[in-house]
């Protein structure tokens, strides 16, 4: 039904027939109609699809015996592995895999889907997909990732979606295998370059001086050190529109994502003198001078913050307690426009300080 058919009905006979080898082995055999009844009445298993056809009662019961049943044909006979690989991504077969990995060691599906040329091009939903795989197969190895990572003749693409797959392992084994292909001596192109550095630099919490020489100090992603990631904007000349001057514009570098409030609560709770890492490269009270001295060139900024004996308090958001909005990875919320501009202040010291 999964593998030849691939529909949801059988024929009632060629499953009798199927089931009659089996039943033949028993001691006491009973007939196979009454065994399907059983089936039908007692188990619940199957239900009668018209005179002629037989129907799983839950689809998920076909998908979790065939998942099996595939896990026993690997060992028996040869094809049935291509035969998941190269329906990867189809529905019809994704919870089958998703039961056949559960059962296995998943090291060899990955070493042959990074073979075939389905693995060429995954949309969004079988990058998906390839995680969660990662994350249910009974057991995970990286020798396969491993081994065709660091081959040059691997493309960008799956260069890519190989590391996607050492990221959700995250063992120490996965993390060193992402620095081996930073040190690699073949040539890589800046979209696997960058994937690779980030993953090295989250790890690593914004990197040391192996980071560096691995990605280069004029990486187009980077990382502070509350671990925010930014990407590079060159600069260069440009026509401006209303004046049609030329003008000139340093690089800059943007931020990834929206400020978390995971790491902004890192930043009040530095104020609050809670995060003793930050303060041994910055001291709390040499921050404060440096945002004084901020504030003055901003109006109203030095008002707003006049008299104040907890910055921490000021500056904390009004939606730090709201179970809606308040998530480690959600975006902080509506803090206005001084504090946020002392959060911006404080990476770029950080680096100074550093």
Known sequence: MQEDLEKDEADKALMQAEMQKHLKTLHELPSVEKFCENLIDRAGLLVAYGDKEYRFRHKSFREYMAGLQLEKKMHSSTGHLDKLVNNFGKDWW???????IAEVDADAFMGKLFDAEVSATLNQKQQDLLVTLIKEARQIKTEALQKRLLDSATTTNRQRYIMQCLKAIGTAEALDAVRKFLDAPFEKKAEAQDFACEMVNVTDQAGGAGNRERCGANASIIMDKPGAHYILIKGGRFTFSLTKKQETVADIYVAKYTVTNKHYRQFINYLDSKEARYAAILPVETYKKSML???????????????EKSLATLFRSLFDDNKQFNKD?????????????????????LIAGE
């Open 329 to 349: 990875d959600q975006p902080v919320l509506r803090p206005s426009w001084y504090p946020a501009r002392a959060y911006c202040l404080w990476p770029v010291a």
């Open 293 to 307: 001295v901020l504030a003055q060139s901003i109006k109203g900024f030095s008002g707003y913050i006049k008299g």
């Open 94 to 100: 994704e919870e089958p895999l998703r039961f056949y």
